[in-house]
């Protein structure tokens, strides 16, 4: 299925977003990093950012489902990993409390140490 998606994606000259939570979902803990790879690749002719969904599972057991607010640590994991393979990133939050999901995070992520406040909803890892 996901190889597909990545297909016609490529065959219509569209850029993929990435969503982890539900690529976890969906398919697994295993190899989300090479479902990244053929999404940034996605983007290669591109002048804008590569977008993405962030969102957290709402229970082990209902896995599916977003949570209220982001899992700070599954989103800078996920960041951690990914660093360097793309110079920016725009994030669209999937979760239950919307704004004060943002706001929340970014209450969180300025506590990272390193890490660099661009504005209100923006930041640079180090």
Known sequence: MIKSFFQAFIGARDSACFR???HLANQGAGN???AWERVVSTWGDSSLPIKMHISSPRFEKDF???RDYIDVEMFLTFLKTIKG???EIYCMIEAK???EALFQLMRQIKR???VELINEASFRMP
């Open 20 to 22: 982890l939570h539900h």
């Open 32 to 34: 989300w990093e090479g």
């Open 64 to 66: 599916r489902a977003h």
């Open 85 to 87: 393979s793309v110079p």
């Open 97 to 99: 409390k919307k704004d």
């Open 112 to 114: 990272v140490p390193g």
